[in-house]
């Protein structure tokens, strides 16, 4: 009985602080202040934002210069989640069969944020921001920014070297890319076809190999960023393809099948070394010491053996 009426006042706080967050959505639209403050502080009084933000201080201090900062972003993520919750009633069904309360989607928005935070910390420790010496702004890490930012320096490498994508059909460094078979017009094209027009045609098949350079070949851009910018180092996060494309053949040609192989363990046991040869004769006169003290050992018990069968036969039965 004391369970049913518990969960019905429950219910009844939750519709009441539903309605107030509404009437807080709709305040915002109106852009009056006054109206603004009211009905925030009417939601604070049912739910209070800061009742649980010690716990989360105490678990994320760490990536705040003071508390009063972690106060201002946490009120910030309250206020933002205040103005996107939207009732159970016009928003899609949780797959995870969730209640839809309000205080589960602000638990959620706020572990989101802090998590990323946490990423972000752990990345800067591995990786210190750097300064960009082409727009000069603080990044990192640098070999990410160079690639979505400044890809630029690889394509006009690509022109000054002869190769121009818009005239290209596929990848020039590898034959295993796959090009679409066909493609369509832009929106803003103005002479639509049932088949891509040749503008629109070359410039999204250029757009397709572009993406598969950045994607498959990425160190030739950074490979040119060392050589204009050799103060600045930047890791690759992709090598480039071991495949070889060959003029006479059709088909692919791996980096790695034209390599000369050589086997440097095996030679080191096929020729032995003076050290490996003292380390054979140090484990023979290992094996020989413990050799000869096992045939002491069994010559002794031999020698003993008749001594200890003429004592046991003399005892009384």
Not at 175 to 182: A, E, L
Not at 232 to 242: G, I
Not at 296 to 315: A, D, H, R, T
């Given at each position: ?7 019905q ?7 009441n ?51 009063e900062?972690f ?19 016009t ?72 190769i ?24 803003e094209?103005t ?12 410039e ?15 160190s030739?851009l950074?490979?040119k ?16 393809s ?33 050290m490996y ?14 050799l ?26």
């Amino acid at each position: 009985m004391d369970q049913d009426i518990t969960k019905q006042i429950k219910l009844k706080n939750q519709e009441n602080l539903e309605k107030l967050i509404l009437r807080y959505q709709d305040s915002l639209l109106t852009g009056n202040k006054w109206k603004i403050d009211r009905s925030y502080k009417e939601v604070c009084k049912l739910y209070p934002p800061y009742l649980h933000m010690q716990e989360w201080w105490n678990q994320y201090h760490y990536l705040y210069d003071s508390q009063e900062d972690f106060a201002s972003d946490y009120i910030k993520i309250f206020c933002n989640v205040l103005s996107n919750w939207k009732p159970r009633n016009t928003r899609k069904i949780s797959r995870y069969g969730g209640s839809g309360e309000f205080k589960n989607y602000f638990i959620g928005a706020l572990q989101h944020n802090y998590i990323n935070l946490v990423k972000a910390d752990n990345a800067g420790k591995r990786n210190p921001s750097q300064k960009c010496p082409i727009c000069e702004k603080w990044v990192n890490p640098l070999s990410t920014h160079i690639l979505y930012h400044h890809h630029h320096i690889l394509w006009d490498h690509l022109k000054n070297t002869g190769i121009i994508l818009e005239d290209l059909e596929r990848c020039a460094f590898c034959k295993n890319h796959k090009m679409p078979r066909s493609y369509d017009c832009s929106e803003e094209c103005t002479s639509k076809k049932d088949v891509a027009c040749e503008k629109c045609m070359i410039e999204k098949r250029t757009a397709v190999i572009k993406k598969h350079i950045l994607s498959k070949h990425s160190s030739m851009l950074f490979q040119k960023f060392n050589e204009l910018y050799p103060d600045y180092q930047t890791v690759s996060p992709r090598a480039l393809s071991v495949y070889m494309s060959e003029e006479d053949e059709n088909e692919d040609v791996c980096y790695y099948d034209n390599v000369k192989y050589s086997n440097k363990v095996n030679d080191f046991f096929l020729i032995p070394s003076p050290m490996y040869m003292l380390g054979i004769d140090i484990t023979l006169a290992v094996l020989l010491k413990y050799l000869s003290l096992a045939i002491s050992i069994i010559v002794y018990i031999l020698l003993l053996w008749p001594v200890l069968i003429n004592g046991l036969s003399s005892l009384p039965l």
